[in-house]
């Protein structure tokens, strides 16, 4: 019963997705291809917002769900490497016409070959966390 929260944002979640048309491999492709500003303007939204909440977070020291202080740690900053990671996320974007956000919306929508690229992003996932240690970070 406590993960009822989880549970309705992910519904909400969804239908933001769902009705914004960001699940739209059309969408995406044609963001892909400098078509249209639809999901450069979902995007830029998004980056706005997660800004702006994170500095509210950091202001009134925001606590998590279990009550603990939330911090933000400072990362070496790297340009090659938000590069690399980048074009290797965006690649996959554009491959599947998914990123992984609405992937999970897709399949409650009924796209069943989501599946598979699901299944590609955890194994991806599993052989990042094998071969962690042996990169440059």
Do not use: D
């Amino acid at each position: 019963m406590k993960s009822i929260k989880f549970f309705l944002t992910g519904i909400l979640f969804g239908i933001v997705m769902t009705k914004s048309e960001a699940v739209s491999w059309f969408r995406i492709q044609e963001m892909f291809r400098f078509e249209s500003f639809h999901m450069y303007g979902i995007i830029g939204t998004a980056v706005i917002l997660g800004a702006l909440l994170v500095a509210m977070i950091k202001r009134v020291q925001g606590k998590t769900v279990t009550g603990e202080t939330i911090t933000f740690n400072p990362k070496n900053q790297s340009i090659p490497r938000y590069l690399i990671g980048g074009t290797i996320f965006g690649l996959g974007w554009a491959m599947t016409g998914a990123c992984p956000g609405p992937m999970f919306t897709l399949l409650g929508h009924g796209v069943w070959s989501i599946l598979l690229v699901i299944g590609s992003a955890i194994f991806g996932t599993y052989v990042y966390g094998m071969i962690r240690t042996k990169l440059p970070h």
